[in-house]
Nanobody
Framework: QVQLVESGGGLVQAGGSLRLSCAAS????????MAWYRQAPGKQRELVAS???????DYADSVKGRFTISRDIAKKTVYLQMNSLKPEDTAVYYC???????????????WGQGTQVTVSS
């Protein structure tokens, strides 16, 4: 199995910053995509940012210019630097990793437990 451990959430005032981290561990042959999703109360989970093997990042329009996704391949860790936070960024943030556990294996998608981000106005 693959485990994802997230950290870095919390309460911050509007305009502030937070940095989320997500470390993957367990049997992993290769990581295909690392991403961050979020889910606000009463809303569907949405993709915030992703970074595939190519390193080409992608962002939701609502966070472009404010959030930055990055990774440390050796540490199997993905980060989300969130600047200029707004109250509408309040949500539970989930880390997602698509990986292969063996060279012959299928791609599998794993999720972190979620970390709460609350932005006060």
């Amino acid at each position: 199995q693959v485990q994802l451990v997230e950290s870095g959430g919390g309460l911050v005032q509007a305009g502030g910053s937070l940095r989320l981290s997500c470390a993957a561990s367990g049997r992993i042959f290769s990581i295909e995509i690392m991403a961050w999703y979020r889910q606000a109360p009463g809303k569907q989970r949405e993709l915030v940012a992703s970074i595939p093997n190519s390193g080409i990042t992608d962002y939701a329009d609502s966070v472009k210019g404010r959030f930055t996704i990055s990774r440390d391949i050796a540490k199997k860790t993905v980060y989300l630097q969130m600047n200029s936070l707004k109250p509408e960024d309040t949500a539970v943030y989930y880390c997602s990793v698509v990986c292969r556990r063996w060279s012959w294996g299928l791609q599998e998608n794993y999720w972190g437990q979620g970390t709460q981000v609350t932005v006060s106005s």
